[in-house]
């Protein structure tokens, strides 16, 4: 039955029939239209005393801890909150900038999933991982992978490889393919998906992996540890939306201790005109549908401000997905432009005094939408998430190497693992 012989610290379950599934599974055999999810043993909001992301290790799937410097950051804000006109503000800050102690050593919050998932997929036995990323994803698991010496197979759209670099002396255990003259993260998505199929390397799962998503739900956690409560509204910018399923789980999840009587924190979600697929699809009541008109879903991809924001395959209308997490905390999405991208970088700047990147600018552009059109009140609590702001603040202080390119693939997916076939035999 459910009874797994590798621990007992979490079960697996279908989002949707209940069932438990295997430590790794992605899919329940039942139910593919749905997500798995983790159920920990530990029903309580305990930390451990320490000040890195591995303080909410109950609430990760892995039993080991490394030593980071990586976690989540939540302070008040004060400037910009002013200037917004709003009593409770907080800025979750996922980039790297040692001022606020934000030290996200590859400048975004998806430095929250890449430990927490190798750890996991190491202790059930897988011996690597294959993934896609648009860029910052990449980073975040070449940065890990090195930590952890785990082989790591990452493939990139080229329009993504310059931002592929670590803060440290890139390791073999990478190995970064690069997708010729392409710019679209779901043929990188797709590219994966064949090579874990056909050279036998385990998938990372992207929005299906629950390592993933808990280690980015540690933001709600973080500031539910120093508010002790739950913010009423929950804004970030999106390409998957991946985050914003986290946030919602994470609250969930602080709500069943019954210490937390607050509702789970209303989602603003943010995407960038004129690449919008999770906002049209929601203010439509319609599905997503990536594979219509792709020469102008790129042409649109092309046009934006924030490219890590272009997913054409986000996990929209699965059970326990994006739509249902906007559904069930009442939450709204925003369409903003690169100028309102622009103008809300520079205002954080200005009254926060650090810099960050398009994504985030794209978040408070929501934010200030929301105040607008009275979705969001000036009086309730406010948690603004800065995802990232790559290198600005890095490469002041750390030495930041490209990871080699292993090997350059044809787009088209046959003519790819024609010439990868060559390179696994290896
Ligand atoms: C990946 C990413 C996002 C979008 O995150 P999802 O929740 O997966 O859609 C936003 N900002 C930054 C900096 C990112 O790297």
Redesign the pocket.
């Known amino acids: 039955m459910g009874e797994e012989a590798a621990g007992t610290k979490l079960r697996i379950v279908c989002a949707k029939c209940g069932d438990t599934l295997a430590p790794l599974a992605h899919v329940c055999p039942r139910c593919p239209d749905a997500l798995p999810r983790a159920e920990y043993a530990e029903k309580r909001f305990v930390m451990q005393d320490r000040g890195d992301i591995f303080r909410f290790a109950a609430w990760l799937p892995a039993e080991a801890t490394v030593e980071t410097t990586i976690g989540p950051t939540v302070f008040r804000s004060e400037q910009l909150a002013e200037t917004l006109g709003l009593t409770e503000l907080s800025v979750a800050f996922s980039g790297y900038a040692p001022e606020v102690t934000a030290r996200n050593v590859t400048g975004?919050?998806?430095d929250f999933e890449a430990l927490p998932t190798l750890l996991y997929l190491r202790e059930h036995g897988a011996t690597g991982v294959v993934l896609a990323s648009?860029g910052?994803?990449a980073r975040a698991f070449a940065y890990a992978a090195g930590v952890l010496g785990f082989p790591t197979t990452i493939v990139v759209p080229e329009a993504a490889a310059a931002s592929v670099w670590v803060p440290a002396r890139p390791t073999e255990d990478v190995r970064l393919i690069v997708l010729a003259k392409s710019a679209d993260y779901a043929t990188a998505i797709r590219l994966a998906g064949a090579i874990a199929a056909r050279y036998g390397i385990h998938p990372e799962g992207g929005a299906r992996n629950v390592a993933r998503r808990d280690g980015?739900g540690t933001t709600i956690l973080e500031y539910a540890r120093i508010e002790r409560r739950l913010p009423r509204h929950y804004v970030?910018?999106?390409?998957?939306?991946?985050?914003?399923i986290a946030a919602w789980e994470a609250a969930l999840r602080l709500q069943a201790t019954g210490e937390f009587g607050d509702p789970a924190p209303q989602l603003h979600l943010a995407q960038n005109v004129p690449f919008t697929p999770i906002h049209d699809a929601w203010t439509a009541g319609e599905e997503i549908e990536p594979e219509r008109d792709v020469e102008g879903q790129l042409r649109r991809i092309a046009a934006i401000t924030a490219p890590?924001?272009a997913?054409r395959t986000?996990p929209f209308a699965l059970e326990g997905g994006v739509r249902a997490a906007l559904r069930a905390t009442g939450g709204h999405t925003y369409a903003v432009t690169n100028s309102e991208i622009e103008a809300a970088q520079r205002l954080f700047e200005e009254r926060e005094g650090l810099r960050i990147?398009p994504?985030?600018g794209a978040a408070l552009a929501a934010l200030c939408q929301g105040l607008a059109l009275g979705w969001i009140d000036r009086a309730e609590s406010v948690l603004l998430h800065v995802?990232?702001n790559g290198d600005a603040v890095l490469r002041r202080d750390v030495a930041l190497r490209p990871v080699p390119v292993w090997r350059r693939v044809p787009p088209e997916r046959d003519a790819a693992l024609q010439a990868l076939d060559r390179a696994f035999a290896r």
């Open positions: 975004t919050f998806k648009a910052n994803t980015m970030q910018a999106v390409g998957s939306g991946t985050g914003a890590v924001l997913n986000p990147g994504e985030s995802t990232g």
